[in-house]
């Protein structure tokens, strides 16, 4: 049996995977213009998978 990876908190967004951004200035008919912009490590998941493990290299192996 494959051993089960649980999902990790994403370490650059801290869970909030999706922000809202203002651009500041006001519209004509009072509101203010919004961007979302999602996290670019975790693509707006808010979690990672961590790394399989991967071999160590032996020492003295060419």
């Known amino acids: 049996m494959m ?3 649980t999902p990790r908190v994403c370490r ?3 869970g909030f995977a ?3 951004i ?3 200035l006001p519209a004509v008919d ?3 213009d919004t ?3 999602n996290c670019p490590t975790c693509r ?3 979690h990672t998978v961590p790394a399989l ?3 160590r290299a032996v020492r003295g192996a060419a």
């Open 35 to 37: 961007v979302r912009v």
């Open 53 to 55: 493990r991967t071999a």
């Open 44 to 46: 707006g998941l808010g």
């Open 12 to 14: 650059d967004c801290d």
């Open 3 to 5: 051993p089960q990876t």
């Open 22 to 24: 203002t651009t500041g």
């Open 18 to 20: 999706t922000v809202t």
């Open 30 to 32: 009072g509101t203010r």
